[in-house]
């Protein structure tokens, strides 16, 4: 039996990983939306911070590395995802989407069943990008 230092937090942290057609344009679009930071930069991979921690990946669609590619390159991208962030500032992430060319779906309203805000967002590639206030 091995023994493990106590910790607080989850034993289990998302990390996800979506394939993208352009590293960059991606990542400055998560900067702007999250509130983001660049924790690797580059045109293949990429790794997007929040007060230093890994919230999300990008990685470049036909970039196959050590593992073969993310995604199919012939296949839509986004196609049934929805990325969920819960946003502590909520309202400032609002307006940086309201100040910057960000395609909107569904504006600020209430979630009927989880009685907060959210705003409902097109990533560039077409994935679903959901804010959530806390």
Known sequence: ????????????????????????????????????????????????????????????????????????PSAALGNGVALWFEADGFDEAVARCHGADVRIETDVHTNPNAGHREIWLRDPDGYLVVLAER
């Open 1 to 72: 039996m091995t023994s493990h230092a106590p910790h607080s937090g989850p034993s289990v942290r998302p990390q996800p990983m979506i394939a993208v057609a352009d590293v960059g344009a991606s990542s400055r679009w998560y900067q702007l939306v999250l509130g983001a930071t660049s924790g690797h930069g580059g045109g293949e991979y990429e790794q997007l911070l929040v007060d230093g921690s890994m919230v999300m990946q990008l990685h470049l669609l036909e970039e196959a590395h050590h593992h073969g590619t993310i995604g199919n």
